[in-house]
């Protein structure tokens, strides 16, 4: 005789009610054995987001796997496994802790998913000051899931310091020979930056419409599929770079 | 390219390559150093193939190794914005990276 049921929240302990119709079968002093079938974790996401079963489950099984540990306050999924349909290479997560290290949490996720991931630890204390500081934080947020409800901080602060250690990637890069993928990754980082500043969202897919409004379609696939660039056209995405450089100077 | 093209070349981008590892261990905001220092392994990376291309002598070693630090050095000057604590850690982040590239 079996049954499957729902735990409730008791005032002391939580508990699992017999139904009526079984409390002839199950009666006090009988031995029991309780199994867990489906653990019960919601997503909660930041914007309307639309993913695939197969997408939502390895997501809840993230969850559940990291729901244990303790020390763990918050989890996001972000990046492109949530954005994208099938162009993505691993799985980016924001754990939330104090105390547990990545490699813990990489190591426990392996074992139980087999997946590749890609985990950044934020302590608690932090995370309200990036949200507020962190254009790139602000956008890595802007599409994620979380195990716990989150609403992105409205209010943003201008730090000097970090916003200058965020430029130097996209300056470093008109003196230096780089990838494709590499000036692409600084064109959007610029975009990202312009729009923190002026006060507008870092929506990530906005940003890259954007980018491929600003340097044209062509080029654009150039830079994401590492194509060489002619000269010319490393000659205009160099002007475009310097001029947001100063633009965002300015502010 | 001549040796000694390859030699600035490779000290200018490990230079920068040094900076943003070192900028995103001192600095306080930057707590989440592994995304940023992708911006420091990216660069590692194109100093790696233009490493790889040359059998260094102990002597362009040590040439090497002394206009990094001279290059490093001024790059973290120039960025004010970087932790003081910078120049502490400054040896031991340039002798890793020479490690790794077998320049040492």
Request: include cysteine; hydrophobic fraction near 35%; glycine fraction near 2%.
């Amino acid at each position: 005789m079996k049954f499957v049921h729902k735990v409730s929240k008791g005032s002391r302990f939580n508990q699992i009610y017999i139904p009526k119709e079984f409390e002839n079968h199950f009666e006090v002093g009988d031995l029991v054995q309780v199994e867990l079938l489906e653990k019960n974790t919601k997503l909660y996401y930041s914007k309307k987001i639309e993913l695939s079963s197969f997408k939502k489950r390895i997501i809840q099984e993230i969850f559940s796997c990291l729901n244990n540990l303790k020390s763990i306050s918050q989890i996001f999924v972000f990046g492109s496994f949530i954005t994208k349909k099938a162009d993505y290479n691993d799985i980016d997560l924001i754990i939330i802790s104090d105390i547990i290290t990545e490699k813990q949490v990489y190591t426990l996720l392996l074992e139980k998913l087999e997946l590749k991931f890609h985990i950044l630890m934020i302590p608690e204390s932090k995370l309200k000051e990036l949200e507020k500081i962190c254009p790139l934080t602000r956008s890595m947020l802007y599409y994620s899931i979380s195990n716990k409800p989150f609403f992105l901080e409205k209010e943003r602060v201008i730090d000097k310091n970090h916003i200058n250690f965020l430029l130097m990637m996209p300056e470093d890069i008109l003196k230096l020979n780089v990838d494709g993928k590499t000036i692409y990754n600084a064109l959007r980082r610029l975009e990202t930056i312009e729009n923190f500043l002026n006060n507008k969202e870092e929506n990530p897919r906005k940003i890259e419409k954007d980018v491929e409004k600003l340097i044209g379609e062509k080029i654009s696939c150039k830079l994401k599929e590492n194509t060489p660039l002619a000269q010319e056209e490393t000659k205009r995405l160099n002007e475009i770079i310097k001029s947001k450089l100063v633009k965002i100077r300015k502010k | 390219m001549s040796k000694k093209d390859k030699i600035s070349e490779l000290t200018n981008i490990l230079s920068k390559a040094l900076r943003h590892r070192i900028g995103s261990i001192v600095n306080e905001h930057e707590i989440y150093a592994e995304r940023y220092s992708k911006d420091s392994d990216t660069l590692i990376k194109s100093a790696q193939d233009i490493s790889l291309g040359e059998n260094w002598s102990i002597y362009d070693k040590a040439e090497i190794k002394t206009l990094l630090k001279k290059k490093l050095q001024k790059e973290l000057e120039e960025k004010e914005f970087i932790n003081e604590k910078k120049f502490k850690i400054l040896d031991k982040e340039l002798e890793k990276v020479l490690l790794f590239l077998e320049l040492n």
